[in-house]
């Protein structure tokens, strides 16, 4: 690095000389702006052959800019995770909420969730027959394939016949929810759950992920007549 001389040094007074002296100085400076020498033009810049030189170089371009996003800086823990959970899953919601419906017998859907971890990604599938007993089945999102179905072995009578009144009422399916739900804002649908509304009625809730902020907005969608009932946007 060029370090500049501070302008007090340029400015600084040369010491008194004799009358013979100043001539033979004063010739010395001409003889310099002849030769277009001298020691103000190599502190102001460089010599003319080094500008032209640094003219026919090529300019450099600064790198492109990345948004924080994009890099992964000031994402939030849960945006990080589906930053890194989301991408890896090969096979959507749908494919793998049909593959779960099959292997249960004459069941309909209760719910499905992308889990991870990231390098083992899978759809956590919850599906019920008409009597209301439920079944897990773990769903690979990156074959498709299904593991073995598992009955529930949690729920009580009651449980059974208020889910079985749900999957009644439900006149709106899964993907129709789904398709509502992403009508509003285009992204990855993560999980999809049946549940109740404060009135008691079935209605189901959809997450959807937009890989450009990572943020989740989870829809509340009436499963009756198919009204969007709330969004949320989970920041987090």
Do not use: F
């Amino acid at each position: 690095m060029v370090t500049k001389r501070s302008s007090s040094a340029r400015r600084r007074r040369s010491p008194a000389v004799s009358r013979g002296a100043g001539v033979l100085c004063a010739a010395a400076v001409a003889g310099a702006l002849l030769t277009g020498c001298g020691s103000e033009d190599n502190d102001s810049g460089p010599s003319t052959g080094a500008g032209e030189a640094a003219a026919e170089a090529p300019a450099t371009s600064p790198p492109a800019a990345t948004s924080a996003t994009e890099s992964g800086a000031n994402l939030t823990e849960d945006q990080a995770e589906r930053k890194d959970l989301v991408p890896k899953a090969k096979v959507g919601y749908d494919k793998a909420l049909r593959t779960a419906v099959a292997a249960v017998p004459k069941s309909k859907p209760v719910s499905i969730e992308l889990k991870g971890p990231p390098d083992s990604p899978g759809w956590d599938a919850e599906v019920a027959t008409d009597d209301g007993t439920e079944h897990t089945v773990r769903v690979d999102a990156v074959t498709g394939k299904a593991g073995q179905s598992r009955a529930k072995d949690d729920q009580d009578a009651d449980d059974k016949r208020e889910l079985a009144d749900w999957l009644k009422q439900a006149t709106v399916t899964a993907p129709q929810a789904a398709k509502t739900a992403t009508d509003k804002k285009k992204g990855t649908v993560t999980s999809i759950e049946l549940d109740d509304t404060d009135k008691g009625g079935p209605m189901w809730s959809v997450d959807v992920v937009t890989s450009e902020d990572w943020n989740k907005t989870t829809y509340d969608i009436d499963a009756k007549d198919g009204k969007v009932l709330r969004e949320h946007v989970d920041r987090d």
